[in-house]
């Protein structure tokens, strides 16, 4: 790690003083007041520059900000103020205290597990220390300028109790961009002009500002304070605002979240970088991590124990990792009476038998953990008492279901409770309306998160490929990849299926979500979907769910995206094409140079006398070859490459 800093606070002008003309990141400190202030700070690449002032005007003295990026406008005279609950705001009569010396910052860690087996973590930081006059209130501006983003917080208040009742974060973009609105975190996209995306918006907000630049607006750190939403708002040019799904409380002063702009020339940059929301959160609280392993995922539809032992047996042979216990075993989610601490079968799901602590046992003696699902209703009552009592049967993780999300108090909670399962050395996946901020960086107990509109909603493959370049930027989405249902037909295809592994990331990934390794013989029922022998299985088998390396290829939101990760010596690609026929470029620079690749291509072909029409191709390659991907509307291609011999 290389850390560059001085003093903690300093006066402007001493600043001017001791600022060294030739620092990497150049804060140029203009006095025309003892109030005004000036700076700019870059990136350390120097390709972004973020300028933040504070000059009197009309009665007010605010914290202005702006960036750009390669000399270009992309957010500009952007302010920042807060509501108490008494009418009074927070920053609108700003005084600077005084001013950091920028701290540059050049580390790098290692994720338990991720897309990539080593995160940077580069940048250049200054605080800004300002009181509001008038409302008697610390605000103190923390910028963090990074080499494909930039971000923010506020310290406010006065060691007081607070009520906040708003926060004004404006991200004020020229021109007039295109961005993708959805209002629910499983909602459809549309694509609207910014100055026309309404209310209530979902994060991350992907803005479309010039042909060739793209901004996410976004939120990492938000723990114990209410979620972010986004409105746009009239001014002069499109201005997004901060809209909180609460109020917030406290007993005194408090750190904001951190805002987020993440920044790139095209959506495969914002998706590369996206560990910028990782970063942003603090480092690993748990010391021991050996019990934290991703995995692939096998969904038990039964609740039985034929069905169980149909799914263990399934998961060793075929590399899963995980069978999953879906609602039902503990009675009705909705119903409140229902005790998840029994295993008692909701009879409208299955007639049973299942013994549980037995199926448990039976995975537990094969190498396989076990995820069981329980639904908020449950969690909100027996939180305490089910995960000291899960750990005891065995249990692996859970999946909180249907959780209250938003607000203060249940964003609190839910973070509260992530914490809770990792003193169990307890594994989670929450659904549903969850939208990730970084929180598996302190708790990788967090494996993945719904947040999603998955393909248990059936979306358009268009639906898809807007969602790779939005909502997962935020991090992992469990898609709930299905397979053998006829919703893949009708929709997708089963090519497009096993690209979707590689393209989504989860390290808990499910797959096969609504098929079952049972045959109608076993279980009577000819409305199940039968997981069949099929060649392409082996690419589920051997592609894993977390990475060491990751690169986007191409991708234009809406339309297409060629993604290739690293595991070990190996290379898996997932190439998905929504609206029209295609040809894709792949070239594989991306490979070892000197070495021959043995590669097995997943090929869509309705010509394939087979259920799943997909093709299985062998040949090889090397870094300096080239595929050329042929793909009809909603299909897709996944290849696997391993080194030769």
């Known amino acids: 790690m290389s850390l560059v800093s001085r003093n903690v606070y300093s006066s402007p002008l001493a600043i001017v003083k001791s600022l060294p003309l030739m620092f990497v990141c150049v804060a140029m400190l203009l006095l025309t007041s003892g109030n005004a202030l000036a700076t700019t700070l870059e990136s350390p690449n120097g390709r972004i520059q973020v300028q933040v002032d504070l000059l009197p005007h009309e009665q007010k003295s605010q914290l202005n900000y702006s960036v750009k990026l390669d000399g270009n406008v992309l957010v500009e005279n952007s302010t920042v103020t807060f509501v108490r609950d ?68 506020v310290f406010v208040g006065n060691d007081k109790p607070m009520t906040l009742v708003e926060e004004r974060t404006e991200f004020c973009f020229p021109g007039e961009p295109w961005t993708w609105r959805t209002n629910s975190a499983q909602g459809e996209y549309a694509k609207v002009r910014l100055a026309e995306m309404g209310s209530n918006v979902e994060r991350p907000l992907t803005i479309q500002v010039e042909p060739d630049r793209y901004a996410a607006v976004a939120e990492a750190g938000a723990i114990d304070y209410p979620m972010m939403r986004l409105k746009s708002v009239s001014r002069d040019q499109p201005t997004v605002v901060s809209q909180l799904q609460s109020e917030v409380t406290a007993e005194g002063s408090i750190w904001t979240p951190w805002r987020v702009i993440m920044i790139g020339n095209t959506p495969g940059d914002l998706l590369e970088s996206n560990d910028l929301i990782l970063n942003l959160n603090e480092p690993c609280a748990i010391q021991d991590t050996a019990w934290i392993k991703p995995g692939k995922v096998l969904r038990e539809v039964s609740l039985t124990n034929m069905g169980a032992k149909a799914a263990i047996d399934f998961a060793v042979a075929n590399n899963f990792q995980y069978v999953e216990f879906d609602a039902g075993w503990y009675g009705h989610e909705y119903d409140d009476a229902s005790d998840a601490t029994t295993v008692t079968l909701d009879p409208k799901r299955s007639a049973g038998p299942l013994d549980l602590r037995e199926m448990v046992k039976y995975a537990d003696d094969r190498g396989i953990g076990i995820i069981v699902y329980v639904n908020r209703r449950a969690l909100e009552k027996q939180l305490d008492e089910i995960l000291p009592l899960y750990k005891s049967w065995g249990i692996a993780g859970v999946k909180y279901g249907f959780v209250n999300t938003g607000s203060q108090k249940w964003t609190s909670w839910l973070h509260d409770a992530v914490r809770k399962a990792a003193e169990h050395q307890l594994m989670v996946d929450i659904h549903d309306e969850y939208r990730p901020v970084g929180y598996s960086r302190t708790y990788p107990n967090l494996m993945t998160q719904e947040g999603v509109r998955g393909d248990e909603a059936k979306p358009s493959t268009s639906l898809a490929m807007t969602t790779l370049f939005t909502r997962n930027l935020a991090g992992a989405a469990d898609h709930t990849i299905c397979y053998y249902d006829s919703r893949v037909d009708q929709l997708w295809s089963h090519g497009q299926q096993l690209a979707k592994a590689v393209c989504t990331y989860s390290p808990w990934q499910f797959m096969y979500w609504y098929d079952t390794p049972l045959t109608a013989a076993q279980d009577g029922k000819s409305s199940r979907n039968r997981i069949v022998d099929s060649p392409e299985q082996e690419f589920f088998k051997q592609v894993p769910t977390v990475w060491d390396e990751t690169r986007v290829i191409s991708g234009e939101i809406g339309e297409y995206a060629v993604i290739a990760r690293r595991s070990g010596e190996q290379w898996f690609v ?39 029409k997909v093709r299985v191709v062998t040949s090889e390659a090397t870094s300096g070859d080239e595929f050329q991907l042929k793909l009809a509307p909603n299909q897709g291609e996944a290849i696997w490459f391993s080194p030769a011999g």
């Not at 009569?93 to 920028?102: F, P, S």
């Not at 994720?111 to 250049?124: H, I, K, L």
């Not at 894709?584 to 087979?610: A, E, I, N, W």
């Open 86 to 153: 008494d009418n009074v705001v927070i920053g609108d009569h700003l005084k600077l205290v005084g001013t950091t010396d920028v701290t540059s910052v050049d580390d790098s860690w290692k994720p338990v597990y991720g897309e990539r087996s080593t995160v940077v973590d580069r940048y250049n930081t200054q605080t800004f220390r300002c009181e509001d006059t008038e409302a008697n209130s610390a605000f103190n501006f923390q910028l963090r300028c990074y080499d494909h983003g930039v971000a923010f917080r």
């Open 574 to 612: 997932g190439a998905i094409n929504a609206n029209e026929d295609r040809q894709l470029r792949l070239p594989l620079d991306f490979l070892s140079d000197g070495k021959s690749y043995q590669v097995r291509r997943y090929q869509d072909d309705p010509k394939m006398d087979t259920k799943t």
